[in-house]
């Protein structure tokens, strides 16, 4: 049972660009969040999907957009990327009808901002 | 409002247990108690969590007291692959998760 995953590992880009982050959730989980973790620091929510829907978000810009597939996938999105947007992304995915569910993440997918 | 308190970093000696404390004075009564550690730019690992009982796995164990402000995490015997930063999360089924800073535990030979 292949867990959470992460394309890309690793991304690059420049300041003002836009990049696409994707995520497949673990086998039969339906809920996707997404987490920004910033170099020495905990990881820091962005926001959740749920049956295609943003469920609930965290104090993250408009800049930051994702959506949620019919087959429970999901993408992040950034805009106008900065300097300060260079971090490891986390995606973690969770069955949100099982009370005290955990939530599992992946590896990650480090972007670097020049 | 930080809503877990811990230790910022712990040392143990490999083959011991280790026991990381945490305060979440705060917690609400529907919240669980749970434990991630982060391995150096991996991506965070579920160790255990709890509600009110205290829990055991393969892993770790967990006791939770009677009040439910604080927990401890225990490793029993622990060794070089248990060094990691150690996070106490409270939360809701389905709700974001707040990090803080975690413990970090470094476990020497």
């Known amino acids: 049972d292949a867990g959470v995953t992460q394309s890309p590992t690793h991304l690059i880009k420049t300041r003002g660009q836009q990049v696409t982050l994707r995520c497949s959730p673990k086998?039969?989980?339906?809920?996707v969040s997404w987490y920004q973790q910033a170099l020495g620091q905990g990881p820091q929510f962005i926001f959740q999907y749920y049956e295609e829907e943003e469920r609930q978000r965290g104090n993250f810009p408009d800049r930051f957009s994702g959506h949620q597939f019919p087959n429970y996938s999901s993408e992040l999105n950034v805009n106008a990327l900065l300097l300060g947007d260079s971090a490891l992304y986390l995606c973690?995915?969770?069955?949100?009808?099982?009370?005290?569910?955990?939530?599992?993440f992946g590896p990650g997918t480090r972007l670097t901002v020049t | 409002d930080a809503k877990t308190t811990q230790p910022t970093s712990m040392d143990c000696a490999e083959g011991r247990a280790a026991n990381l404390p945490c305060n979440h004075s705060?917690?609400?009564?529907?919240?669980?108690v749970y434990w991630y550690r982060q391995i150096h730019s991996q991506g965070p690992q579920y160790i255990i969590h709890?509600?009110?009982n205290n829990e055991t796995n393969e892993m770790a164990s967990l006791i939770i007291t009677e009040d439910r402000k604080s927990s401890t995490l225990i490793l029993p015997h622990a060794t070089l692959r248990d060094t990691a930063v150690y996070y106490c999360i409270p939360a809701n089924t389905g709700n974001q998760f707040y990090f803080g800073t975690g413990t970090s535990l470094t476990v020497i030979p």
């Open positions: 973690a995915s969770s069955l949100l009808d099982r009370d005290g569910y955990e939530q599992y």
């Open positions: 709890g509600l009110k």
């Open positions: 705060t917690i609400s009564g529907n919240e669980y």
């Open positions: 086998s039969g989980h339906d809920t």
